[in-house]
T-cell receptor, first 114, second 114 residues
């Protein structure tokens, strides 16, 4: 069965620090990959997605993620975080033919101290 | 409104009562999803509606759960004879056709079963 693992449940950083949130999935076929973000008091929204092509994808607010097929990973990165990046981050995966059943990680809570 | 609207935002009920949760998707979005998010858990897929096709109910946890979508727009999730383990945030998301997995989420309905 498909599963998504996010390695860090809680991350605390100071402003300007670099961020990398790990995401690994288990599925042998072709996948679509997503990162969603939930800011405090707001709804979930798409941060970035990968379907095909360049494995390095760029999203909103300076975030990027790299798909490494051999490692079944889709880690999220940002070179310099801001206080406003404090949020819950979710990695999600679907098989390429079945987008409706996104499989979600448990989320990573990021707190950025000013 | 411009986004996905869910009501009520909070619902407290007694064990054994029935509850209805409403979702008003973004106008023109053909796909509608219900998810459940429990404390410390990822998002659990419940049900998916796509246009006039038969809904995918494979995620509903028991026959106490049902959902309908009238006129291809508003959806209602009904939980009969609620149990304490039904306590969670119920999220609705919609998606335009061909979005490739980008979901637009509402703010959720928090259900507490006493």
């Amino acid at each position: 069965a498909q599963s998504v693992s996010q390695h860090n449940h809680h991350v605390i950083l100071s402003e300007a620090a670099s961020l990398e949130l790990g995401c690994n999935y288990s599925y042998g076929g072709t996948v679509n990959l997503f990162w969603y973000v939930q800011y405090p008091g707001q709804h979930l929204q798409l941060l970035l997605k990968y379907f095909s092509g360049d494995p390095l994808v760029k999203g909103i607010k300076g975030f990027e993620a790299e798909f490494i097929k051999s490692k079944f990973s889709f880690n999220l990165r940002k070179p310099s975080v801001q206080w406003s990046d404090t949020a819950e981050y979710f990695c999600a995966v679907s098989n390429a033919g079945n987008n409706r059943k996104l499989i979600w990680g448990l989320g990573t809570s990021l707190a950025v101290n000013p | 409104g411009a986004g996905v609207s869910q009501s009520p935002s909070n619902k407290v009920t007694e064990k054994g009562k029935d509850v209805e949760l409403r979702c008003d998707p973004i106008s023109g979005h053909t796909a509608l999803y219900w998810y459940r998010q429990s404390l410390g858990q990822g998002l659990e897929f419940l049900i998916y509606f796509q246009g006039n096709s038969a809904p995918d109910k494979s995620g509903l946890p028991s026959d106490r759960f049902s959902a309908e979508r009238t006129g291809g727009s508003v959806s209602t999730l009904t939980i009969q004879r609620t149990q304490q383990e039904d306590s969670a945030v119920y999220l609705c998301a919609s998606s335009p056709q061909g979005a490739g997995g980008e979901l637009f989420f509402g703010e959720g309905s928090r259900l507490t079963v006493l």
